[in-house]
């Protein structure tokens, strides 16, 4: 995380290696910033998000096998601090309330110039919502179509079927989780690692479209 020099530590989740060298250099350029490396797969990101530390995370969307949207939960579950600003191309409503809806920090389209790029990290790191204008503008169209009194809409709760899609190891998992029993103590009764009831739990989590614990236990009993 942040370091005695404040300088500001980033992590990159983009398929597309030019564009990350792009940002790389940007960022190194400016000083204040500490490129921690970058991430072409966001399944082998997920895989390795517990032993990462980063102040902010920059997301792509469109991934293969994995969304970027995918990856917000995953984030903040693990490092509830850390900050996630989403660059993309993509500026449909869905992308962007999904992303908002999911935890992101910021939204910056790919065509934002270096500064933009480097003040939207600081905004974020500050706990601003840095966006792209054309972004703000998506934002305040959404809020304005909605009625007195009504909120944002939620992201589709998962549905039983969702559930019973587990694997029967998640199954078991999210079952202990719903008798009280803590992460250590669900790893030596399954005997497994408590890394891998970590991986087990955030994939249930992404799999039932859940924030915490709380929500799954419901899905599961509901």
């Not at 989403?86 to 939204?107: P, T």
């Not at 790191?125 to 009194?149: D, E, F, T, W, Y």
């Not at 103590?185 to 497994?192: G, L, Q």
Request: hydrophobic residues 40%; aromatic residues 4%.
């Amino acid at each position: 995380m942040t370091n005695g020099s404040d300088q500001i530590t980033v992590i990159a989740v983009e398929d597309d290696t030019a564009y990350s060298a792009v940002l790389r250099r940007v960022l190194e350029q400016v000083g204040r910033f500490r490129w921690d490396g970058s991430f072409a797969n966001p399944v082998r990101f997920l895989t390795a998000l517990p032993g990462l530390h980063a102040d902010v995370f920059l997301l792509d969307i469109h991934m293969p096998r994995l969304s970027g949207l995918e990856c917000i939960r995953e984030i903040k579950q693990c490092l509830p601090e850390a900050r996630v600003l989403m660059i993309s191309v993509h500026d449909d409503d869905d992308y962007v309330l999904k992303a908002f809806l999911d935890g992101a920090d910021g939204y910056l389209l790919k065509d934002s110039s270096p500064d933009q790029i480097v003040e939207a990290i600081h905004d974020a790191r500050r706990g601003g919502a840095p966006m792209s204008p054309s972004i703000a503008r998506k934002v305040v169209g959404i809020l304005g179509r909605l009625q007195p009194g009504e909120t944002a809409p939620k992201p589709p709760s998962s549905s039983k079927a969702a559930v019973e899609a587990l694997s029967t190891r998640e199954t078991e998992v999210l079952e202990l989780l719903a008798k009280g029993r803590r992460y250590t103590e669900i790893a030596s009764e399954i005997s497994v690692s408590l890394d891998t009831v970590k991986t087990h739990i955030r994939n249930i989590y992404r799999k039932l479209e859940v924030r915490n614990k709380a929500e799954a236990i419901s899905l599961l009993l509901g």
